[in-house]
């Protein structure tokens, strides 16, 4: 190669690098530049170039340095080599690297001389790796998870900020040193096989471990890298408890004996929620495999299930974000099960999805359970009303049947005025228990009458402290403008003075009884909202009762007086008439302190009014023998009945059914009189009054029952009918067939 090839091939290559040369004679103030400087600064070539203007092509920074070069080379003959910044005459601004040497002759510095580089493509390319490096450095230190890099001799070259944290290390501490120093229990441990196994085969493992000194669970992804690993690690403590704590619930939730069933609401559904899960106790409810109930809604596994209310009201019911309790009755294993099901939303779904949560309870055998006890509850309580009822009714019947016989033997009429006496008030008291035990169930015929009880205790009070000992002072309490409330005024004067009575045995020596009239404000026992109600209280300052009786005392039967001082069906009588009456009744007692019971009415209604109105009008009988019949399927009753007619100088007929009543009222003619029985086999006494009634309106008809209250049928053409109670005395019946009678009730 001639020296021509070797300069061509030199000048390529320096067009190639964007390199340039320059020259610069000492003394003579003239720089010289190679073609390509006069290109990168824009100068026409031919341009006398002195060194100030060449240098006044580096920004100030740059020139600075290479003026301080220059000189220094000029003065002892030092080279020089700078990265500068430079600007061309158009504006342009790029980087460069600049070379300088001096030329010394004689050894001293006659010119310097130099190459021109411009590196910007190179220092761009630079930039952008610091650039890069530095937001993968930001990223590194800011990101949430950890990260950390070891060398080959594993020792840590970077640790994060968020491994700082989990480390609870520094990385001050830690970067240089040995992992297996710093953290020796990782040694043996998956944490330095994993390491290893990256580092030996150059694949990235993963792995979730728990290590103890730092008492937590870590998810660990280990990648290979240039100069040893990368580790990137987050600490998984919380996922990995709630983990164990779903699958503990869910253990949990499979071993409980009530079903379990989640539904989950998608998009757009019209039909009832799909099953996603259901537990054990679920699935044998079915008698299916859990498999086959997923995906299906509630209404297909329930469609042979009797629903209350129906599996459409649940939906709609779940669908507005409401819970529902729901009953289904379904056949399994050829028995009827009854299941209490309630639905509840779970809150916080608002996209369009949602779930719920369905729980089926088999109360199955509970229902037949609580059944069973209500019926020996219920046969407990008539055999002890049985017992109570006959201990009483004997010694009633004791006591007739005593005079009956006395009254045989005797022939002195005062003394047989005397046992009759005795007999008929037996029987009184007979019709007397029996009332009580109509009011205890609720079923004795009320008479209800707007009063002011204010006044009706005004007027009841001067009886009542007749019927107390002067020992004990009656303190009566009114509250003014108390509204009026329905009453029956007997019953209500009964209730009160057997409250009354109470109190006076309750105190022994002297004493207090407060009756206290006034309004209160509160729910009833049953529920409902708060309302205003009429308090008629009765307290004492006897010797109170024990808390474990407060219920006991309402019980039929239940008294704590010697034997033959009462029936103990005072109390309960009370309580059957206030629920009569709409009302309920209270106890607020304890043991040595007294006693306070309480009769809340409702308040009558503004637009109720009680009018006795007249009697009406009696078809005037002429004065005859009134011919009657009286109809009873008991031959004694009827027999009874009829003998006190005849005393009353009726003629009588006596028939056992409605049938033998027809016939005789078709056959007999004059007949005035009808009394019948309400209760007998095939027609009964209404029926049988309702027809005749029409067919024969001259006829006067009355119907008797041992029962305090009929439900006698709104028909019309029985407005007339008049009620008798059993036992009928003869002043009933008298009144009765009296032409003028008064009405009877």
Known sequence: MDQHDELRLLRGACAASQTGAWYYRVGEDRVEWTPLLHDLFAVPVGTELGLDFALSFYVEKSRQAVTEAVNACLADGASWNLD????????????????????LQDGRVVALQGAFQDISRERAAIDEQMRAQAELSFVMRTMTDGFFLLDRSWQFTFVNVAAEQMLRRPPTELVGQCIWEEFPESRGTIFERTYRIVSGTGHSESFQAYFAPLESWFHVTVHPAQTGIAVHFRNVTRE?????????????????????????????????????????????LQDQDGQQLLGKTLKEVM????????IDHVRDRLAAQQPCHFEARHHRSGRQEILECVAVPLAGEHDGHGHAVVLINDVTEQRH?????????????????????????NNLLAVILGNVELLELTADPDEARILISEARDAVMRGKSLNDSLLAFAGKSKLTPQTADLGRFLQSWAPFVRRAIPSRIKIELEVETAVPPVLIDAVMAESCLLNLALNARDAIEGSGTIRIMLGVIHRAHPNGGATQAWVCLSVADTGSGVPEHLHEQVFQPFFTTRSP????????????????????????SSTAGKGTTISMLFPIAPVDTRHVEGDAPAAAAIPEKKRKALVVDDTPAVARVIARMLASLGCDTLIAANGREARDIINRESGLDLLISDVVMPGESGLDLACAVSKTHPDIRIALMSGYNQEKLSANEGLADIVFLAKPVSRAQLETFISPTRPSIS
């Open 84 to 103: 500068v910044q430079c600007r061309s005459m158009t504006g342009r601004l790029f980087w460069a690297r600049t070379i300088g040497e001096a030329i």
């Open 240 to 284: 990995v408890s709630e983990q164990r704590d779903l699958r503990l619930f869910r253990t949990a939730i499979d071993a409980m004996t009530t079903g379990a069933v989640m539904l989950e609401r998608r998009e757009g559904a019209i039909d009832f929620w799909p099953i996603m899960y259901a537990n054990a106790a679920a699935i044998a």
């Open 303 to 310: 469609q042979e299930t009797d629903c209350t209310p129906n």
């Open 369 to 393: 359970s609580a059944e069973e006890r209500q019926r020996s509850e219920r046969l407990a309580l008539i055999g002890q009303m049985a017992g109570g009822v006959s201990h009483d009714f």
């Open 564 to 587: 033959g001082q009462g029936s103990g069906l005072g109390l309960s009588r009370v309580r059957g008439y206030l629920e009569q009456m709409g009302g309920f009744v209270t106890l």
